[in-house]
């Protein structure tokens, strides 16, 4: 596997840090937004005026002290409950890292949040209430993380404070866990911190009320946690966005195609395959604005020029190494985002990186019990939050890879003819 240069964009200041995103879940009141509202508080990544503003909403609903959590509850009927219901995006950085949190609701009936919030995430914190150790959204939320292909989980152990810092419920949830849950996911890397997140412990800074804990704070495992290997570096993909020709006398012959680079490592002189013709040519150079680089990988947006003159337009894909897999007749596990149910036979659009093309659902495969994670054969109806497997039929063949290689070109979301809205999230089996 060629492995990119990325050393000097994690020196060149702020806007080359890396950038990691991570997604809360867990069961209603398991605390997090309060986790993120500490988060922010205690690494100085909130306002004055932000701070002030949710004093002044925490004395208004009668708390008797500034409720963190009201820094991402920004409905008024989150802030009333004292509940997500939307997702809430939220921004910070240390010197290390940049950061985008997606706090998810915990309602079985907001499933859809979920899957939108961690479709983009690379780590999920999955919180657990000590005094009432894993529940069936910890296992629904751990599956989903899971199914999402989010390759680190950190089980933050919350409320610690309420159960008097006991070493033993944290080692027995943690058991329970990794017995019950952790064996029915597809995921390694599986980390555990107990936290209280009212009170700061083992947020930003270690606890001294679990000296028996000797791992990092959530903040420090954030900052260095690796994930630059969870990106596909061996198989090139590149969707072309958009064709550059400039119409002036000093770029006369300038032919570029811009987009975001969906795989692998792309350098000039790399032979290359250009899908769906099945034409092959050479990068002649790679830009970044007015800068020629000498190689290009995931998440660069950048634009090439090939040696050859090839017909290629938007929702071609430049392909190196590996090739993908091109076809029509596709099968894909969906989660349905929409109150109108699914029609089979009926005609949606469908958006493949670059690519729009019209799509068929020609049968539903399985239903999956997101609270057993059984498959279940014979119901035939996918409503709001379900997910299922189906098989599509597509107008043009896609260029595509399964979602468990690439989340990019291995994914797509289903649009409803006639109201252009997305009502289905789709991953490549």
Known sequence: MEQPNTTESLT????????????????VDDGKSTLIGRLLYDSKAIFEDQLESIERASARLGSEEVNLALLTDGLRAEREQGITI????????????????????????????????????????????????????????????SLLQIRHIVICVNKMDLVDY??????????DYLQNVAPKIDNSDIRFIPISAKLGDNVVEKSQNMPWYSGPSLLQLL????????????????????VIRPISDKFHDYRGYAGRIAGGVFRPGDTVTIYPAGLQTRIKSIELGSKQLDEAFPPM?????????????RGNMIVKDTMPVVEQDLTAKICWLSTRPLVLGQRYFL???????RCIVTNINYMLDINTLEKNYEKKQIGLNDIAEVQLKTTEPLIRDSYSHN????????IEEGTNNTVGACMFV
């Open 351 to 357: 958006k493949h990186t670059t690519h729009d093309v």
């Open 166 to 175: 006991d070493q033993k419920i944290f080692e027995q949830i943690k058991s």
């Open 301 to 313: 947006s950048v634009s090439m020029q090939l040696e050859d003159d090839i017909d290629i337009s």
């Open 12 to 27: 060149g200041g702020y806007l080359d840090m890396e950038l990691l995103r991570f997604t809360t879940a867990g069961s």
């Open 407 to 414: 989340r990019i070109t291995g994914s797509a979301i289903i």
């Open 86 to 145: 939307d997702v809430a995006y939220r921004y910070f950085a240390t010197p290390k890292r940049k950061f985008i949190i997606a706090d998810t609701p915990g309602h079985i009936q907001y499933t859809r949040n979920m899957v939108t919030g961690a479709s983009t995430a690379n780590l999920a914190l999955i919180l657990i209430d000590a005094r009432n150790g894993v529940l069936e959204q910890t296992r629904r939320h751990s599956f989903i993380a």
């Open 223 to 242: 900052e260095t946690i690796e994930i630059t290997g969870d990106r596909n570096l061996s198989e090139g993909r590149f969707p072309v966005q958009y």
